[in-house]
């Protein structure tokens, strides 16, 4: 049987997503009483980073050491993939030895490539297009704190980057509706608005998108790859901030959230990760638990 892959919200269905953030709840419960849990045994993670991580390297690291299992890091820096080794010739050889593939890498086209040649599941830690993990957990950490988000709103306040799209895919799955507030030129991929226009709506006034939302969300203005338009994405998005003033407009209940890692004063104002509705420490954390679910699944086929 063709192993299953996670390199976007799409490779699921709704249920298996609904059980998944469930199961990563039951997870974090159960870690959080210190029980003792083995069900991947001796089984073998490996993570490609062709990015630099800190909470997806440190949280599928230490979800597969408090399964039972291990997790080894390679980067291109000190393997062949770095030397010019074809993807699908490193895809055969990886998974022949191991129980599970992660990549961080910049097209998506790597991750889907790879995929195709592995014998095990693989699993998009980033691309440049999709960030489907982050949305595990973001998905696990409203319901945590507010119970479904099915019917709700959710305003994306920034570029219309990986995370974006990640969101216009969960607005599907999770069943909400996505505005997305972003200066012109920095709209997600037409492709996907065209695909999911029911759903999302583009906005150029960041309030026009907040106004009565459950959830704002947020990123950096300027994602890995992008460093040399740094100066120029300052300015496109200096109107693009996430602050107390933008969630006094959102439903009182509104709850603030960023994938990390965040930049004061630009994004978000410098009050922003202690306002009363953000719940980004919860959320960074429940990439750990969302991710152990998801291994779970993914390597045993079941969750349980
Ligand atoms: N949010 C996130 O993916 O963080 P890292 O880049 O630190 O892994
Ligand atoms: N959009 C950001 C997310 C980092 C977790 C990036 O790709 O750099």
């Avoid at 592995?118 to 409203?142: E, G």
């Avoid at 012109?184 to 608005?193: T, V, W």
């Avoid at 009565?212 to 992008?226: E, F, I, R, Y």
Wanted: net charge negative; charged share 25%.
């Amino acid at each position: 049987m063709a192993a299953r892959h996670f390199l976007t919200l799409n490779d699921m269905t709704t249920t298996e997503l609904e059980s998944l953030v469930d199961h990563a709840s039951a997870l974090r419960k159960e870690w959080r009483q210190g029980v003792v849990r083995d069900s991947l045994k001796n089984r073998v993670l490996a993570m490609i980073f062709e990015k630099s991580s800190t909470r997806t390297r440190v949280s599928f690291e230490a979800g597969m050491t408090q399964l039972g299992g291990s997790a080894m890091f390679l980067s291109p820096r000190d393997t062949q993939l770095g030397r010019g080794e074809p993807i699908e010739d490193s895809a055969i050889v990886i998974s022949s030895m191991v129980d599970a593939v992660m990549i961080r890498t910049f097209a998506h086209e790597t991750v889907e490539r790879f995929a195709a040649a592995s014998s095990v599941p693989v699993i998009n830690a980033l691309t440049d297009d999709f960030h489907p993990c982050q949305l595990l957990a973001d998905m696990q950490t409203y319901r945590e704190h507010r119970g479904s988000i099915r019917g709700g709103t959710v305003a994306w306040i920034g570029d219309g980057n990986n995370m974006c799209h990640s969101y216009i895919n969960a607005a599907a799955q999770f069943d909400f509706h996505l505005n997305v507030a972003c200066p012109e030129g920095y709209d997600p991929a037409p492709e996907l608005l065209e695909q999911h226009r029911d759903r999302v709506t583009v906005v150029r006034d960041p309030e026009d998108a907040a106004r009565g939302a459950n959830l704002l969300v947020t990123d950096v203005w300027a994602s890995m790859g992008q460093e040399d338009e740094q100066k120029a994405r300052e300015k496109a998005f200096q109107d693009y901030q996430i602050n107390p003033t933008l969630m006094s407009i959102a439903d009182k209940d509104a709850l603030f959230m960023h994938c990390l890692p965040a930049h004061r004063g630009e994004e978000i104002s410098t009050d922003m990760m202690e306002h009363p509705g953000s719940v980004v420490w919860a959320e960074a954390e429940n990439r750990l638990h969302a991710q152990k679910a998801l291994l779970e699944f993914l390597i045993l086929g079941r969750l349980d």
